[in-house]
Structures are given as structure tokens and as C-alpha cells.
Nanobody, 119 residues
Framework: QVQLVESGGALVQPGGSLRLSCADSGSTFSDYSMGWYRQAPGKQREMVAVISSGGSTHYADSVKGRFTISRDNAKNTVYLQMNSLEPEDTAIYLC?????????????WGQGTQVTVSS
């Protein structure tokens, strides 16, 4: 069973940096693609960055060059390094794990961590 716990959210000034972590208590972390999504008040949830089980990454255009997703399979943890933060990055950031088995996609979500960018 996948259980995701995010941490690292905080209040930060524009231009600042944060590193989010998402730890999975399950035993098959390396089999999952992992991702960070965010949801701001009144807006739809959007993909921020994803990393496949093989380590390939993909980013939303709005965060390219500023955010970096990485994973440590030995620690069952995925990270999101966020630099040059902007007020528009303010949102709840949610961790996602997904995999396909027998043609069906399985998604798991964490509870989220709040990131607020404000002076």
C-alpha cells in the first residue's frame, strides 16, 4: 500500500527557495512514477513536475528552469527543489504516485503541503 507524506512547505519571500519532500511508506516505491501537483484557491489542480520510475522528468512550462524534481529510491522519497519562487507559485503542493498494472492506472495522493510566497 502506498502512503505519501509531504513536508517542507512554508512561507517564503519572492525570490526565495524551498525544498519539498514526499516520503512513501510502501515497499515498491521504485516501481512508481512520482509527481508534484499544485492547487491554488479557485484554480484547478495542475501538474508541476513528474519523474518516471526510470528517472525521466517533465515540467510545467511555468516552472522550467526554476524547479527540479528528483527521487531517491533508497529513501523512498521524491523531492521538489523550488528556486526563484514567485507569488504565483502559492498553492497547496500535492505528491502523486502512479503506476499501471494490467492496463489500469493506479493513483495515490498525499495530503499536501502549503507553500506561500509573499513579502
Amino acid at each position: 500500500q502506498v502512503q505519501l507524506v509531504e513536508s517542507g512547505g512554508a512561507l517564503v519571500q519572492p525570490g526565495g527557495s524551498l525544498r519539498l519532500s514526499c516520503a512513501d511508506s510502501g515497499s515498491t516505491f521504485s516501481d512508481y512514477s512520482m509527481g508534484w501537483y499544485r492547487q491554488a484557491p479557485g484554480k484547478q489542480r495542475e501538474m508541476v513536475a513528474v519523474i518516471s520510475s526510470g528517472g525521466s522528468t517533465h515540467y510545467a512550462d511555468s516552472v522550467k528552469g526554476r524547479f527540479t524534481i528528483s527521487r531517491d529510491n533508497a529513501k523512498n522519497t521524491v523531492y521538489l527543489q523550488m528556486n526563484s519562487l514567485e507569488p504565483e507559485d502559492t498553492a497547496i503542493y500535492l505528491c502523486n504516485a502512479n503506476r499501471r498494472r494490467f492496463g489500469k492506472r493506479y493513483d495515490y495522493w498525499g495530503q499536501g503541503t502549503q507553500v506561500t510566497v509573499s513579502s
